[in-house]
């Protein structure tokens, strides 16, 4: 099974940027990596994902290691609708979760 | 409107009563999965499917079946609901293209008393 690190949780000022830590050290070379969110009451949803390259979207931006054993999500200017569990996932064609990092924004 | 459809949203039932919770997509996605969410547990993957006819089990398989009859739907059938079923489980899906996302639905939140 594809297997993540992430803190439990974490606590951010709002306006201020975030980052998200993950370690995926057993990801092979086709392996994308994935975040997605789920809000209070809410199903899950995408936010980014990257093969080798930094990415950016609306949402956040994806930091990937050179060696890609390990990725940070950042959000760079957290709102308390940030608040929410994050996932980090890699994979090639199934979707296995952790238990993420559950990230308060404090007003 | 591109979406994962669960049903029921929320259901409360007896140990044993035969359930099924259906999930249908509308984006012709090859890949739909299952999961259950428990406190303290995340995300848990019970079974998913790669395309019609093929099905695989996920990390908790056990006292749940599926099938993949047609591409848009996805029931997860439980025989003999027990009280350790209740869970909040969750639907997704995603295209057949090696980086495309996953899409979820709004979740069936199960009692089993």
């Known amino acids: 099974d594809a297997k993540t690190t992430q803190p439990n949780s974490m606590e951010s000022n709002e306006e201020e940027p975030v980052h998200l830590p993950c370690n995926h050290s057993t990801i092979s070379g086709t392996d994308y990596i994935h975040w997605y969110r789920q809000l209070p009451s809410q199903g899950p949803e995408y936010v980014i994902h990257?093969?080798?390259s930094n990415v950016n979207n609306r949402m956040a931006s994806l930091a990937i290691a050179e060696d890609r054993k390990s990725s940070t999500l950042i959000l760079h200017r957290a709102t308390l609708r940030d608040a929410a569990v994050y996932y980090c996932?890699?994979?090639?064609?199934?979707?296995?979760f952790g238990p993420g990092t559950r990230l308060s924004v404090l007003p | 409107e591109a979406q994962v459809t669960q049903n029921p949203r929320y259901l409360i039932t007896v140990t044993g009563k035969k359930l099924t919770v259906t999930c249908s997509q509308n984006m012709n996605h090859e890949y739909m999965s299952w999961y259950r969410q428990d406190p303290g547990l995340g995300l848990r993957q019970i079974y998913y499917s790669m395309n019609v006819e093929v099905t695989d089990k996920g990390d908790v398989p056990e006292g749940y079946k599926v099938s993949r009859k047609e591409k848009r739907n996805f029931p997860l059938i439980l025989e003999s609901p027990s009280p350790n079923q209740t869970s909040l489980y969750f639907c997704?899906?995603?295209?057949?293209?090696?980086?495309?996302?996953?899409?979820f639905g709004n979740g069936t939140r199960l009692t089993v008393t």
């Open positions: 996932i890699f994979t090639t064609q199934n979707f296995v």
């Open positions: 990257g093969l080798t």
């Open positions: 997704a899906s995603r295209s057949g293209t090696v980086n495309s996302p996953l899409h």
